[in-house]
């Protein structure tokens, strides 16, 4: 059978770089070889089960797109990782034994099945509880837009259609520390370490794109990379109440329960989404009591600490405060720095040092937003056909470029307003004194450059005497401050900034 040959690959990965710039990954060139060419299919092998999942889920089209141009053939992209596991085979380029990249199927009856690459037999479904009534779950609220699993007529429910795909993406490798995470992601290690023992329940709550998802899904793919037969069930707090409602509705509550009562691991994302679902609340207890008293491992993420989630029974705050909450905030700047640089050598993309710390700088929110500003500047570069540069960027990010000529006459006539209105000199504000009669005046003077120039916060500490830029923000706060506070202040400084705006011919806003 043909192989594939080494310059046509290049010329594949080419043009998903060109065309599909925003899936692209280093690990693509690193790890992927070309296979065997034959009846209309090209094998592309993985290193992992879990790189092998993540592209037959999330870039099969891209690849197939990209191998038809190169060949000019009706050629399909298929993913194999070899060498296959032994208990089990790739089935739809899904690892069996890897659960949480691949789940098997549910099955009706108990019986264990050497095939599906399980760590342990199967213990047989526990006896049902009287099932609710598909008219008594959460009928009083509005609609929760979600997908429903398909019900074959009289057959098994797909538990596993709505399993979370894991991202190569989202290792540990790739997890920027700093003192917002330090804590989750010790825990985590600890966790995917010592599962079941260490911490348990593990409960991160935090904001949206604060790296809750990359934790949870960092220690499942550690557990897998050290134990392939881990039984792994990983899946949002949404895909979890649908799958009970669906299964009540059926009359499959015992395939719904020893679906979720007999993983090792169990993740679920975002369960603050249980708040207001009381038959999913009673349901997800049981099922945690019965996971916990059997030793295994329980991983959650929230938006919130489980006792700030409105209308959350008081039965599994308790519970979910059992191991250990741990927060993750919004990052500073240094570790937002460290994110863009990990997040832009994983694409390859080449940014300079002066843009990367022009994006942190403008994008302070999470590390999504990050990530979403590295897919607009590395748009723009593609489009445009020019190099990354702080120009590029600016106009990239929606901040028009101003020309340095223009930003210097602007402070050149911040600084002559300022000390004629406070009769002191240049070097006085550049100076290391600080009578209130000189910090005054430089507050002022950094809060005017700050408003009418398009200065980084540390050129104008530059300017002012060699200060770091969190000198030049506390300054801009205090003036803020006293604005907020004292009327006559405020008239003062305005009366300056019209001084300012006139001698620059512009018109106070």
């Known amino acids: 059978m043909p192989q594939f040959e080494t310059k046509h690959w290049r010329q594949l990965l080419d043009v998903l770089k060109h065309r599909h710039a925003s899936i692209c990954r280093q690990w693509f060139y690193d790890d992927l070889t070309p296979g065997r060419l034959d009846n209309g ?11 092998q999942n993540y592209l037959q889920k999330r870039c099969l089209e891209p690849f197939t797109e990209a191998v038809q141009e190169v060949t000019g053939q009706l050629v399909a992209a298929r993913f194999v990782c070899e060498p296959l596991p032994r208990n089990g085979q790739a089935k739809n380029g899904q690892h069996t034994s890897a659960a949480a990249a691949a789940q098997p199927q549910a ?5 264990p099945d050497p095939a599906s690459g399980q760590g342990r037999a199967a213990a047989p479904p526990p006896p049902d509880r009287p099932e609710p009534r598909p008219a008594d779950l959460e009928s009083n609220l509005p609609p929760t837009p979600r997908v429903t699993p398909k019900l074959a007529a009289g057959g098994p429910i797909d538990l596993d259609a709505e399993s979370m ?11 920027i520390s700093g003192p917002n995470n330090q804590l989750a992601l010790a825990a985590s290690v600890a966790v995917a370490n010592q599962p079941g023992t260490a911490y348990n329940p593990l409960f991160i709550h935090g904001g949206v794109g604060l790296g809750k998802t990359h934790l949870l899904q960092a220690i499942c793919q550690a557990i ?11 899946v949002s707090c949404d895909a979890f109440m649908s799958q009970f409602i669906a299964c009540v509705q ?7 329960r020893h679906r979720y009562r007999h993983v090792d691991l169990l993740v679920i994302d975002d369960i603050h989404c249980l708040a207001h679902r009381e038959r999913s609340q009673e349901e997800f207890f049981h099922t945690f009591n019965e996971l916990y008293q059997s030793q295994r491992q329980i991983v959650l993420s929230s938006d919130a600490a489980p006792h700030e989630i409105p209308h959350l029974e008081d039965r599994l705050v308790s519970r979910f405060s059992w191991g250990l909450v741990a927060p993750v905030t919004k990052p500073g700047l240094d570790t937002r720095i460290a994110i863009l640089k990990a997040k832009t050598a994983m694409r390859g993309f080449d940014v300079p040092d002066d843009v990367i710390e022009f994006v942190a700088r403008k994008v302070d929110t999470n590390a ?12 723009h570069a593609q489009l445009m056909k020019r190099d990354v540069d702080l120009t590029l960027a600016r106009e990239a990010l929606g901040e028009p470029a101003v020309a340095p000529q223009t930003n210097r006459s602007t402070l050149q006539h911040i600084v002559d307003v300022v000390t004629a209105h406070f009769d002191v000199k240049l070097q006085d504000l550049q100076s290391r004194r600080r009578y209130k009669s000189i910090t005054e005046p430089r507050h002022v003077c950094m809060w005017l450059v700050r408003k009418k120039t398009r200065f980084s916060l540390e050129e104008i500490g530059g300017y002012f005497g060699g200060r770091d830029h969190t000198t030049v923000m506390h300054a801009v706060d205090v003036v803020n401050d006293r604005i907020d506070s004292e009327d006559g202040f405020k008239a003062e400084v305005h009366q300056l900034l019209a001084r300012v705006e006139d001698a620059l011919g512009q018109t106070t806003a």
């Open 224 to 234: 897998l990379a050290r134990n392939p037969q881990t039984q792994i069930l990983y």
């Open 165 to 175: 795909v894991l991202s190569p993406d989202y290792a540990f490798d790739h997890f």
């Open 107 to 111: 099955k009706k009856t108990p019986s």
């Open 41 to 51: 299919l090209l094998e592309i092998h993985t290193a992992t089960p879990v790189q």
């Open 368 to 379: 999504r937003e990050l990530e979403g500003a590295i897919n607009t500047l590395q748009g």
């Open 250 to 256: 059926a009359g499959k509550m015992s395939e719904f």
